[in-house]
């Protein structure tokens, strides 16, 4: 089970930090990412991190101002944002893979939370 929290109405160029607490004793064990889902567009990759963090990736749209780290003691998955911008308004979804993918196929991530609102305000 995941549980994602720290959404919130922000102003352009603020900062905000998500994080994604996960059930289970694998959490170790699984890749993690990062989608987001604006209205009316589809869900799209963010950002992922592997088993053990040292490996990550993100969406061109983010590259630079978003980071994705993890820790594995807390079966936590955290994602830096930084510079927001209008664009980045979306409901921000974390998801873990069955194994150690990390890669940005939304079909390889079978676990979902339920999502935290993001809000920023031009």
């Known amino acids: 089970q995941l549980q994602a929290y720290g959404g919130g109405l922000v102003q352009t160029r603020s900062s905000l930090r998500l994080s994604c607490a996960a059930s289970?004793?694998?959490?170790?064990?699984?890749?993690i990412a990062w989608f987001r889902q604006a209205p009316g567009k589809e869900r799209e990759f963010v950002a992922a991190t592997s088993l053990g963090g040292a490996n990550t990736y993100y969406a061109d749209s983010v590259n630079g101002r978003f980071t994705i780290s993890r820790d594995n003691a807390k079966n936590t998955v955290y994602l830096q944002m930084n510079s927001l911008n209008p664009e980045d308004t979306a409901v921000y979804y974390c998801?873990?893979?069955?194994?150690?993918?990390?890669?940005?196929?939304?079909?390889?991530?079978?676990?979902w939370g339920q999502g935290t609102q993001v809000t920023v305000s031009s």
């Open positions: 289970g004793r694998d959490f170790s064990s699984r890749g």
């Open positions: 998801a873990t893979s069955n194994s150690g993918y990390s890669g940005s196929q939304r079909s390889q991530y079978p676990y």
